[in-house]
Each structure stands twice: as structure tokens, then as C-alpha cells.
């Protein structure tokens, strides 16, 4: 190293780190630091849901060194299976999104989000005018698309969409749907006014929502953006989790990252690469491993699962993907803690049992505050997820004795109706013979 | 052996990957009251604190969640330094042509413009170019980018030199941290002219590459950008929440793989990171050797030793047998190796990085199939074969080319075992793909299952 390292940036003396530990003890410590942490029961939302991911998925693929030790598939003669992973992924999206061509490259779906404002920029030269983003659109969504547009030179403006686009040009929009509130807004009308102004519509969506509800790209929108974090990625805390993007017809070429393609070997078999190849090497990078998480089949039964387990206590014949939780006028039952969650103390039927299922620790769900949307009194809204479907007694038992009540919303109809199912029913091909 | 080129493929131990999935660190939601995630703060405060110890930096922040992201952070954090200096006019980023290509990309999205500044004929940064790109933009120079080591695989005599003039016109300095596989226990970007760095975990700190994510960058900077480094909303640390905004959606990026990293560094300590860096750098120097009557290595430091990494210059060859890189890399595959990086940074050349997670006899094995292949090559040159119908155009070799009809001009043996019978041997599914089918038809998704047919 004295031959190689030049002598003038050479550092004094050792690291100051702590001496170093056997394997056993360092696993030892990170049980201790994992033990440190209290999942609870998660169910304030905000583009995060307990999911269970199958134990065959987590012991096959998780943690299955040949999934998750490999390079990105530049090579892709010796990547087969894991491009075909890939292209799955891509054709669940775009088959749930509405869109004909999805990519497998983004991190979250805040930066999701702020791709797509950019990738409108690139490829719709026309508009101009500020980025407007739904004042429903999940919290660090808007902010994260704030970030990236002060940096470069876009304005930000962030509206209240219930009563349509605001007034003068913008060069882009962006809808949750369904939004951050649990409210489902259908964005045809925003849609068609924001095509009428020349503007291009990007739709962040949850993506098991779209097994119910009709696809965006089918109502108009040029993008849809999203996490699919709930098809079996654990929350991990905030990531690392699979974010999504799917575009219409004229916009693929604009895509951030390289999708997986179809081309031919040179027996002239399909295959699977990297396409548009004319790009950097060094690419945007793809969340390889938690893209094969998810297994397209059972993701509409998840989706009824999921409304099913809110609808149950909820009014008759009301339709909706996200309940919300309001709760009426009792005192003393106040949250605690610091930060976005708060922990709300439950008084559990059976307590002593309720301490044996959760390490002698405090139940309760997590949930959020929201702030009122256009009225007076603060919501929390309840995010459900096919984890909770286990439990769902459980939960049911301590949100009675709150004396909790769900309030259901009617949504049109017509969103839901025409929902779609997987025009690929099976997800993947079958092996060649 | 995967010998990726600038993107230190080392070995995931399993200690390191097995706590990912303990409930603790699973399952917890990223807007968890902060009480409840007080494992995951320690953890982070260990991890930053340590990062911050291997660099020489002041402060570490963990929420990019990709290398391009921590680039992004810490570009945003030098606009934010010069903004607050009331320098408005400090937007241009200076950007050596060796770098890599997500560098330049990164200073567009942080609102700067970008002007490339020369390489010399050895590799490195051109200080007379420098210099005067430096003079001419003296009052709205913003920052340069460097990679360090190069990602020419050498370290260069000249980076203090280099941070001199850049800071003596009132930029900053930006060292990607692609390569501190090459410094760590060695030298500190903090400590020898960088403002500014981003770290990858998914290569230095051994988080698994996972077919390209999840990676972490961590945002690095000394003293003055310490306050415009990424805050978030709804972060658990009250002091964090105003600032510059989110890069990534959670407050802490992708802090479930963050065990991985500090596993690595509890089970090293400073003096195995350090012996792992000149294991590394021993491993390339190495390779460099062995090769280099077969393949000209094209750049090396001062005095001769190349650093982590060494690219082998397969242009001459190209020129006098028509043989390509291309070839090269997918008849590795039939002598069971994955491709070193191809054409970066200089086109047709590979980048070999064997990291200090080889042992010799994989080295060997990787060197004696390259040491092989030049023979190939040679034969070609010679006229025994045509590049068109030598087994290194026809590479990688499929057990369908095997079993089917033989009409090459080489045997069987030669196109599938060309070291010899070997039970290991690994069949590639497809054979040499055309890419550019694909692309003039662009389909990105399932084709139907008659598309499969024979």
C-alpha cells in the first residue's frame, strides 16, 4: 500500500471505530437492537401497510443469496430468470395501472413521483406553468417532488382538487388516488381538464387498490406512479421498498432507467434484456430483489380481503378502499408519543392476554392524525392491510372498546364497476418445451 | 467471481444478511412514534458515527436510498452552502471526463451546469484544463466532481493539488465515494480536500447488489453544508425536520438494510476494513500482472501499481482481429464467468475489480480463462478461424448449439468445455442476444405463451 496510495493523503493513525466482535456476537447485539424496536400494529398508511410476506417468498427469494447477491443484468445471457422476474413485475403493473409500458426501476413512491414530474417535462414540451400536486397526495410524496423541483427551477403548487385543477396554464398534474385521507376522488374530470390545457396527468396509485378500483390509464392519465411496498415487502421501517411507474404510448423512450424488454437470441428465441441499450451503463438503479416479492395471482383476492375486514362493521353496500376511523366525542382516550404515529391506548378485554401476544407491552394500533379536509373536526384515518385480515377479531375487539365507529363512504360506483382483473392471468410464461 | 468493474461485488456474509428479516427490524412502520423505534436509532447513530470516522467527515446522513440520490443530497448541499452565502450565481459544476455518468445527471437535477474539464493522457485530471475552467468561471464556480480513486482505477498524485485550486476559486469539492473500497484505513476524502461525499453501502459496506437495488448512498459533508444535508417532514429527530426537503420518501431511506452495513463494520473493526482496502488493492495489482502481457492495462498511478481496480485494453486487439469486447465478455460466460464492466470507462476495454472477497485460486482461475481466451484471439489473428465463425462470436454456447446440428468450424468440446469436461459447467438458457431487435420493437412485458412455441 505504501508502493500505491500517494504519500500525501495518507491518513494518520488507526480508525477510532470499536473493536471488532465475532459473527455470534454480532448477532447477539442486532437481536438486541431488533428487540429494541416495537413494530405494534401499524396502521397508519400513508403509502406504508403491513403486509405478510409468504414465508416461501421470504426463504426462496429474500433471503436466497442467488436473488439477491447478483449484479444488475447487464449481461443478459446469464440473467434470464431474473429479467423474467422483471418483465413479470412490469406486466402486473401496467396490467394494474392501465398502462402499456411499466419499468422496474424506482425506489419509492415519492421519488416515483418526482420522476414523473420530470419525465413530463422531457416529454411534453408544450405545457408550461407551474407542477400542481393534490393537497391529498401523501405527505412525503409532495414534499420529496418540493425537493427535487426547487432544485430545478420548477414551481410547486399544491391544491385542493375536490373542486377541480386551479385557475391558469401548469405543466403537469399530479392526483393521489385513492388520496392520503382514504377519500377516492375520480380524476376523469381533472384529467380531461388538464388534457385541455395542454397539460399531462400523472396518477400515484395504490396499487391494491387498482384491483378494485378502474385502472387510471383506462380514465386518461399519461402516468401512474405508486409503491407496490404492500404486495409482500415488509415495511422495513420506510424501505427498501419496489417503487413503480407505467406510461402511455409516446412516453416509453422517456422513461427514467432501462426497462426489461423482449428481443431474440441468435437462434431467434425470445429473450430478455435491458432495453433502450443507447443509455449510460450507469443507470438509475432498479430495486432488483423486492420486485419479485410479489406474486400477481392473489393480488385481487387481497384487494376484497382487505375492504372486506373494514366494510364488515361499516354500512351496508358501501363501497370503498380505505375506511375512515372517526372518533366520536370521548375524552381521556388521548394519543401519546412524538412523531407522525401515535400510540393509542387500548383497553383490551383480556388484558393479561393481550400482554402475553405482545411482549408485556402496551397494545394498540398505530394511527395518524390527519388534519380535517374541508371540515371541522380531525380525522384518523385507519389504513388496513391484508396483515391485519389475520387479526381482524383481535383489532375488532379493541376498537369496539373505544367505542370507535367506521364511517364508510360511498363511492361512485362507476370506478369500482368497471374494475379489471389480470388480463395475464398466470403472471408468468410458461417454460419453453 | 464476478470482477465488476467500479462496483466492489463482495462477499454478503450471512451474519450480515440475516437480521434484515428479524420482526424488530421488518416490521416496523416508517412513521412509528420515535420510542418505538429506539433499536433502529441506535443502530443509525452507530452507522453514521462510523461512516463518519472511515471518511474524515464531519457529518453523515443515511436517507438517500441510492448512490444517484446521495448524489443528488450532496449537490443539494453545496447549492444550499452557496445560496446561503448569498453566491446565487454559484451553479456551475465542474466534471472530469472519466466520471461517471450518473455524476453529470445529478448536477442537472440540482439546478447546475455542467462543463467538462479534461483528462490527461495518463488518466487524470488535466490541472491546466482545470486551472483554466477554474479562471473562467471563478465567480460562479459551484463544485467539482471527482471520483477517487479514479474511476480509472488509479490514485492520483494530483487530488490535493486538485482541491487547492477548486477551493482557491471558491468551489467546492465533491468526491464520489464509488471507490472507497480503495481508501478505507488508508486515507480519508474528509481529511484530504472533500467538502462533500456520498458512500455506497451496496458496494464498500457489502449490502448485496440484489440484481441493481436496493442500494444506500449516505450524503457525507465537512463542517459549512452540515446544515443543508436531507430533513424530512415527519422525521423522528425534531431537529431534522426542516431543512432542504426529503431525497427519499422515508425519513431514514431504506433503513431495513441498513443491519447489513453495520454488521460489516462490527465484524471487521477498523483493522479488518483497513486489511480488507490492501487485500483489494493487493487482488487487482495481482490481476494487473498476470494479465499484462495478454491484455495491456491502460492506466496505472504514480510509479505503476493501479489501485482496487485495473482496465484491461482490448481496442488493439479489436482492430487486428475484428474479435470485440463484446465477444470477450460472452465467451467468459461459456468458460463460467460473469462479464468485468464493459466499456467503462473507456470504450472497449473491460474493468476487472476482484475485491478482497477472492481468494487466489478464483483469481487464478479468472486470470487462466482470460490468459485462454487471448489464445482464441490469437488463433483468430492467425487465420485459423474467421472472427464471424470463431467460437468467440458464437459464445456464450447454449446445451441446445451442443445437442443440435454441428456445422462450426470448431469442435464441441472447444465451443462448450473449452477448459476441459467440467461437471460445474454452467449453461447459459439463450444464446447471444440481439439487442437491437429488441429495440427498434419495444415490448416490455409478457409475450404470449405461443411466442414460446417451438
Not at chain 1, 411499466?102 to 416515483?112: F, H, I, R, V
Not at chain 1, 428481443?263 to 451503463?281: H, K, M, N
Not at chain 1, 370507535?404 to 392471468?425: I, S, Y
Not at chain 2, 448524489?71 to 448541499?77: R, V, Y
Request: hydrophobic share 40%; net charge neutral.
Amino acid at each position: 500500500m505504501a508502493a500505491a496510495v500517494p504519500g500525501g493523503i495518507r491518513a494518520d493513525g488507526d480508525l477510532d471505530l470499536p473493536e471488532a466482535v465475532s459473527e455470534d456476537a454480532a448477532a447477539k447485539e442486532l437481536r438486541h437492537l431488533a428487540g429494541l424496536n416495537r413494530p405494534a400494529e401499524a396502521m397508519i398508511g400513508l403509502g406504508y401497510h403491513a403486509t405478510i410476506t409468504p414465508p416461501v417468498i421470504r426463504r426462496n427469494v429474500l433471503e436466497d443469496p442467488s436473488w439477491y447477491t447478483a449484479y444488475t443484468p447487464y449481461q443478459p445471457e446469464i440473467s434470464q430468470g431474473r429479467l423474467e422476474a422483471l418483465i413479470n413485475f412490469q406486466t402486473v403493473i401496467g396490467d394494474l395501472t392501465g398502462l402499456p409500458t411499466a419499468n422496474s426501476s424506482l425506489l419509492d413512491e415519492g421519488t416515483a413521483a418526482a420522476e414523473a414530474m420530470t419525465l413530463l417535462r422531457r416529454g411534453n414540451k408544450k405545457a408550461s406553468g407551474p407542477f400542481v400536486v393534490d393537497a391529498d397526495a401523501l405527505p412525503q410524496t409532495i414534499e420529496v417532488v418540493r425537493t427535487r423541483a426547487a432544485g430545478m427551477g420548477i414551481d410547486v403548487v399544491v391544491a385542493d382538487l375536490t373542486a377541480g385543477l386551479p385557475e391558469g396554464p401548469l405543466s403537469g398534474l399530479l392526483v393521489q388516488y385513492p388520496g392520503a385521507s382514504g377519500r377516492i376522488l375520480d380524476p376523469r374530470p381533472l384529467i380531461e381538464a388538464a388534457h385541455g390545457r395542454d397539460a399531462l396527468v400523472v396518477v400515484a396509485a395504490d396499487l391494491l387498490a387498482l384491483t378494485l378500483l378502474e385502472a387510471p390509464g383506462e380514465m386518461g392519465a399519461d402516468v401512474v406512479v405508486g409503491s407496490s411496498q404492500r404486495f409482500g415487502v415488509p415495511l422495513f421501517y420506510g424501505g427498501p421498498h419496489a417503487g413503480f411507474m407505467s406510461v402511455s404510448a409516446g412516453l416509453e423512450r422517456h422513461l427514467p432507467g432501462r426497462p426489461v424488454g423482449v428481443s431474440i437470441d441468435a437462434e431467434g428465441r425470445p429473450a430478455y434484456r435491458l432495453a433502450l441499450q443507447t443509455r449510460e451503463q450507469h443507470i438509475p438503479p432498479r430495486q432488483g430483489d423486492l420486485q419479485h416479492l410479489h406474486r400477481p395471482s392473489p393480488a385481487r383476492r387481497r384487494g376484497f380481503d382487505v375492504r372486506r375486514l373494514p366494510r364488515s362493521r361499516g354500512a351496508e353496500g358501501d363501497r370503498t378502499a380505505h375506511p375512515r376511523l372517526r372518533r366520536p366525542h370521548r375524552r381521556g382516550a388521548r394519543g401519546r408519543g412524538s412523531g407522525t404515529g401515535q400510540r393509542h391506548p387500548v383497553r383490551h378485554a383480556d388484558r393479561a392476554r393481550a400482554r402475553s401476544c405482545c411482549g408485556g407491552r402496551r397494545v394498540g394500533p398505530l394511527l395518524r392524525a390527519a388534519p380535517a379536509l374541508g371540515r371541522r373536526r380531525p380525522r384518523r384515518p385507519l389504513h388496513v392491510g391484508d396483515h391485519h385480515a389475520l387479526h381482524g377479531l383481535q383489532r375488532a375487539a379493541c376498537l369496539r372498546r373505544q367505542r370507535w365507529r367506521l364511517r364508510d363512504r360511498v363511492v361512485d360506483p362507476e370506478l369500482g364497476g368497471a374494475a379489471v382483473g389480470l388480463p395475464h392471468p398466470r403472471g408468468v410464461r410458461q417454460p419453453p418445451q | 467471481m464476478i470482477p465488476l468493474g467500479s462496483c466492489t461485488m463482495k462477499l454478503n456474509a450471512t451474519t450480515e444478511m440475516e437480521p434484515v428479516s428479524l420482526p424488530g427490524f421488518a416490521d416496523l412502520h416508517p412513521f412509528a412514534p420515535a420510542e418505538d423505534a429506539a433499536g433502529y436509532r441506535k443502530l443509525i447513530d452507530d452507522l453514521e458515527g462510523w461512516l463518519a470516522e472511515v471518511t474524515g467527515y464531519d457529518r453523515v446522513s443515511i436517507q438517500p436510498n441510492a448512490g444517484s440520490q446521495g448524489e443528488l443530497a450532496g449537490l443539494l448541499a453545496i447549492r444550499g452552502f452557496h445560496l446561503a452565502n448569498g453566491d446565487t450565481e454559484r451553479t456551475v459544476c465542474l466534471i472530469p471526463s472519466s466520471a461517471h455518468g450518473t455524476n453529470a445527471a445529478s448536477a442537472v437535477m440540482a439546478g447546475m451546469k455542467v462543463v467538462v474539464v479534461k483528462a490527461a493522457d495518463d488518466g487524470s485530471v488535466d490541472l491546466d484544463d482545470l486551472q483554466a475552467a477554474c479562471e473562467k468561471h471563478s465567480d460562479s464556480l459551484a463544485a467539482i466532481m471527482v471520483t477517487y480513486p479514479s474511476t480509472h482505477g488509479a490514485y492520483e498524485d494530483s487530488i490535493t493539488e486538485l482541491c487547492k485550486i477548486v477551493h482557491g476559486h471558491g468551489g467546492q469539492v465533491y468526491v464520489d465515494g464509488a471507490n472507497l473500497n480503495a481508501l478505507l484505513g488508508f486515507a480519508k476524502p474528509g481529511e484530504f480536500g472533500g467538502d462533500v461525499s456520498h458512500l455506497n453501502l451496496h458496494k464498500t459496506f457489502c449490502i448485496p447488489h440484489g440484481g441493481g437495488g436496493p442500494g444506500v448512498g449516505p450524503v457525507a459533508v465537512q463542517g459549512t453544508p452540515a446544515p443543508y444535508l436531507p430533513s424530512h417532514p415527519m422525521h423522528p429527530e425534531p431537529e431534522k425536520r426542516a431543512g432542504i426537503g426529503p431525497i427519499s420518501a422515508a425519513p431514514y431511506g431504506s433503513a431495513g438494510i441498513l443491519p447489513i452495513s453495520w454488521a460489516y463494520i462490527r465484524l471487521m473493526g477498523g483493522p479488518g476494513l483497513t486489511r480488507a482496502t490492501a487485500v483489494a488493492v493487493l487482488s487487482a495489482n495481482y490481476v494487473a500482472l498476470r494479465l499484462a502481457d495478454h491484455f495491456p492495462v491502460l492506466y496505472r498511478g504514480h510509479g505503476g501499481p493501479v489501485a482496487h481496480e485495473c482496465i484491461l485494453d482490448v481496442r488493439g486487439l479489436t482492430k487486428d482481429s475484428g474479435v470485440s469486447v463484446d465477444d470477450v465478455a460472452k465467451r467468459l460466460v461459456d468458460y463460467g464467468f460473469h462479464a468485468p464492466t464493459m466499456s467503462f470507462p473507456v470504450a472497449g476495454t473491460l474493468m476487472v475489480e476482484p475485491t478482497e472477497s477472492e481468494d487466489l485460486g478464483e483469481i487464478d482461475r479468472f486470470c487462466d480463462a482470460m490468459i485462454a481466451i487471448k489464445g482464441e484471439i490469437d488463433r483468430v489473428q492467425a487465420g485459423e478461424w474467421s472472427p464471424e465463425n470463431s467460437p468467440l462470436r458464437h459464445a456464450p454456447h447454449t446445451a441446445r448449439a451442443l445437442v443440435g446440428e454441428w456445422d462450426r468450424v470448431y469442435s464441441r468440446e472447444v465451443g462448450v468445455f473449452p477448459t476441459g469436461i467440467d461437471p460445474d459447467k454452467y449453461w447459459p438458457p439463450v444464446a447471444r442476444i440481439d439487442r437491437a431487435y429488441g429495440d427498434r420493437n419495444l415490448v416490455c412485458a409478457c409475450p404470449p405463451p405461443e411466442a414460446f412455441a417451438e
